[in-house]
């Protein structure tokens, strides 16, 4: 999904404020940068094959062992890899959800089947590949009910993506849990959770044995050394890292009532930061390149993610004055103009 991802700024020379990527863009990233000045000179050389320290930190911070860690070139490498240690498997993706696990399956000789649900799974699924929270629903499949589908399920792979754990306040299964089975990969971004795109961040969890898989998958200097370095510095600052998460959870709520009562489009709820919206008319695409073109406002088109059409958009809510400014400039967009009432 090389084309059609969220953050396509690059496209556009104005835009001022950004809700098409769900990260919140208001961490200080000053220290990180004023740190990886002084250290370009990594550049001269070879990282370490494999990012050994990083994995380590990781480890550490998580409360696991290193070979429970595997770094990766952000989330997207460690799909691929998976897909790849799993090829021509009969794969199951619950959607709507990220269209890279499908592209990546495909593309490795899966039979890949979509479910709404996990109740909906089709029997002798080997691999099933759940984000949770959800992108783009920004919905959670609580922790008990997804246990339960592990334990019943011992010859299903479930691949958990996670990386938006750190955006909700729903119950969750952690790393430490999830190591403890022997079917089950977690999937992680430091991207997310940091706000750092364009580093390419990311890890999986599981059991040994399953990361060993993997392992020997993984090219050598995948990651590279300003990242490996940028990763070992956000390990030791992640206190400098914390979400206004009761912040960014009222927000959520204020800013799909205010989308809602305009009548014209609908706000699936969310368990994150995270907000879906489908247009009752008109397109996504009309939408988007208005607000960029006339308010210097970025948002999601959502269509092509699995089963999504030309209506749906995607936003992550940022602070409320910025929410506010997305709230006046979609009102001011035909397709999100205020229902009038009827006048008798």
């Not at 929410?323 to 035909?334: Q, V």
Request: aromatic share 8%.
């Amino acid at each position: 999904m090389t084309n059609g991802h969220g953050d396509d700024i690059y496209k556009y020379q104005h835009i001022k404020l950004n809700f098409s990527s769900n990260v919140y863009n208001h961490h200080n990233q000053q220290p990180l940068t004023d740190y990886l000045a002084t250290q370009l000179n990594a550049i001269a050389n070879y990282p370490e094959p494999t990012p050994a320290t990083l994995e380590r930190m990781l480890a550490e911070a998580l409360g696991m062992e290193p070979r429970q860690v595997m770094v990766t070139n952000g989330a997207t490498e460690a799909i691929y890899i998976i897909s790849q240690a799993y090829s021509r498997s009969f794969t199951t993706v619950v959607v709507p959800t990220f269209a890279e696990y499908a592209d990546a399956c495909r593309l490795n000789g899966h039979i890949v089947r979509m479910a709404p649900s996990l109740d909906a799974v089709p029997e002798g699924t080997d691999l099933l590949w759940l984000c949770n929270p959800c992108n783009p629903t920004g919905q959670v499949t609580d922790a008990e009910q997804l246990l339960h589908a592990i334990k019943s399920n011992k010859n299903t792979l479930f691949i958990i993506d996670a990386s938006y754990a750190p955006f909700t306040d729903k119950s969750l299964i952690t790393p430490i849990e999830a190591a403890l089975y022997p079917n089950v990969l977690m999937l992680h971004s430091m991207t997310k959770e940091f706000a750092v795109p364009g580093l390419r961040l990311g890890y999986v969890t599981a059991a040994t044995s399953l990361i060993d898989r993997l392992r020997r998958l993984q090219m050598p200097w995948s990651v590279n050394a300003m990242a490996q370095i940028a990763g070992c510095w956000l390990v030791d600052h992640r206190e400098n890292y914390r979400l206004p998460l009761d912040m960014l959870l009222k927000e959520r709520e204020r800013v799909a009532r205010a989308l809602s009562v305009t009548g014209k489009v609908d706000v699936y709820p969310s368990d994150t930061h995270i907000l879906l919206c489908h247009l009752h008319y008109g397109t996504t695409a009309e939408l988007k390149d208005r607000l960029a073109r006339n308010h210097g406002i970025l948002i999601r088109d959502a269509s092509n993610f699995e089963g999504l059409d030309a209506g749906h958009f995607r936003i992550a809510v940022q602070t409320p004055r910025e929410n506010d400014i997305l709230i006046e400039a979609c009102l001011s967009c035909s397709e999100l103009e205020p229902v009038q009432p009827e006048v008798n």
